[in-house]
Each structure stands twice: as C-alpha cells, then as structure tokens.
C-alpha cells in the first residue's frame, strides 16, 4: 500500500493527474487480465494525454468566447443551398489559417453566417488554434476602453495570439472616427501574419458608410481581401423560416 501513496504522490509532482487517479483500478485490470507491463503503462499514458487534450480543448474553447456553441454538425446544408458547402468543408480543414489568408462571409441576415463563423472557429480550436470570436462593434468597444486606459498595446499584443480572430456583423453598427482607426490598425497589423473571419451584410461597395472615410476603408478593404477567400451566402433568413412554420404549426 506504501507504493501505491507513493506512487500517487510522484504522479501528482510529475503533474499526470490522471495517472494518478486511475493506475490503481487499472493496474487491478491488468493483473485480472495478465496485460504485459508496457501495455499497461501505455493503456495510462493514452489516457492523461487524451486527458490533457480534452482539457486543452475546453479551455481555448472558453478563450474564443464563442457567444454559443454552434458546429456543422447543426448545420443544415440542405436548407441552406445558397451556402457552398465544398469550399466550406475545406475550409475547415484548416488550411487557410497556415497561410494567414482571410475569410469573408457575406450575406443577408439570418443566413446562417454566424453560426458557420463559429463553426470554423471551433473547428480551428479543435486542430489547436487559438481563437477569438468577437462582434466587430465589440471589439472596437474593447480597443478604445484599452486605449483610454492607456492599455492598447497589451490588448494588441494579446490580439495578436490569436491565430483567428473572427470579426461578426461587420457593417451592423457604424463606427466612431477613432474606432475605425483602431480597428483599421488591426487589421492592418494581422495582415498576411493572422487570418481574420469577417461576417457582414455589407456589399464592398457600402464599406465606406460603416468606416467613415473613404480612403481608409480603401486601404483596409485591399489589405481584407487581399489573399482572401469570399464567400458569397444567399438564401432567406432561416430565423424567419423556421418562426414562420412553427407559426405554420400552430395553425396560425
Ligand atoms: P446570420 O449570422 O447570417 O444573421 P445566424 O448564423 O445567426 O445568421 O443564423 C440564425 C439562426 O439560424 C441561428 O440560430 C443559426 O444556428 C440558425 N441557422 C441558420 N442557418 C442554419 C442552417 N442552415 N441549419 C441550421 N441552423 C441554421
Ligand atoms: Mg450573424
């Protein structure tokens, strides 16, 4: 038994809790079940690694502050066939993150544009990315209470960690001088080092009106789209869809 505390105290100094936890009930099984020795040590090895990733996963999941949790599995394609599905797919694979290239999901509202931002963006989590999802409205918020507290260069400097930063609704709010400049000089500075996931309802023609000015939305839209994958989301609103059957349902 003097083993066995022990041997639980080392696992615990060693930081392999897992290990720690179930080498008793497994060694017990082994015996039962006369596994060689380096079975039995690899049978817990797999499982504090399977551990560890798990717990890696939850906590850059957190780190992202998806507002939901939404995946492809939820995804309906079928109700959505002005979504092209292929390139989504592939997208998810993760590739264009190596590249830093960017995504730019457009559409009318409704069409399933942030829940397939998210999507990716769990998907990337889960091939070990660092992700960060916030509004655009958002972000611009956080970038000038930074800069007020004279705190902007930390803020980006943590930005900056994230291999994804997913900028939704884009164009839903228009912004302040000093906020399309900070988040100009965002985006300005992620370019062809970090990808960037926008999702808008804002044709490029109508940037000018959310960013104010026309030259800067200029220099930001080329630097955007610029080794940039765009996808083009057509469809009705399947919000409005769906309350419109439930409403159907009911008989109303
Ligand atoms: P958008 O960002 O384009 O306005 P959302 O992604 O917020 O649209 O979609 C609105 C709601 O409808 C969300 O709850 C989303 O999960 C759901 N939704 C949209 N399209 C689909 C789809 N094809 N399959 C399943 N759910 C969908
Ligand atoms: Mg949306």
Not at 13 to 42: G, I, N, S
Not at 116 to 129: D, H, N, T
Not at 139 to 149: D, K, M, R, S
Not at 200 to 206: A, I, K, R, V, Y
């Amino acid at each position: 038994m003097e083993t066995n505390v022990l041997l639980k105290a080392y696992l615990k100094r060693l930081r392999l809790p897992t290990m720690a936890r179930d080498f008793e009930k497994l060694a017990q099984e082994a015996a039962e079940t006369d596994l060689p020795y380096e079975r039995y040590l690899l049978s817990l090895a797999e499982q504090e690694a399977l551990a560890r990733e798990a717990s890696a996963l939850r906590i850059r999941l957190k780190r992202a502050q998806f507002p939901v949790l939404k995946t492809f599995e939820t995804f309906d394609f079928s109700a959505a066939p002005g979504v092209p599905k292929q390139k989504v797919l592939q997208l998810a694979q993760g590739e264009y993150l190596a590249k830093a290239e960017n995504l730019i999901l457009l559409g009318n509202p409704g069409t399933g544009k942030t829940h397939l931002a998210i999507a990716l963006g769990v998907a990337a989590c889960r091939s070990e990315k660092k992700v960060r999802f916030a509004t655009a409205a958002g972000l611009v918020n956080e970038l000038l209470e930074a800069q007020a507290q004279h705190e902007l260069s930390r803020l980006e400097r943590q930005l900056d960690k994230f291999d994804l930063v997913v900028l939704d609704e884009l164009g839903y709010v228009p912004f302040s001088k000093a906020g399309a400049e900070l988040l100009f000089a965002f985006c300005a500075a992620r370019y062809e080092r970090k990808s960037l996931l926008v999702t808008t309802n804002l044709e490029f023609s109508d940037w000018p009106q959310v960013f104010g000015e026309e030259r800067m939305t200029g220099a930001l839209l080329d630097r955007l789209t610029h080794r940039c994958h765009i996808l083009k989301v057509v469809g009705d609103s399947y919000r409005f869809r769906e309350s419109q059957e439930k409403s159907a349902e009911a008989g109303g």
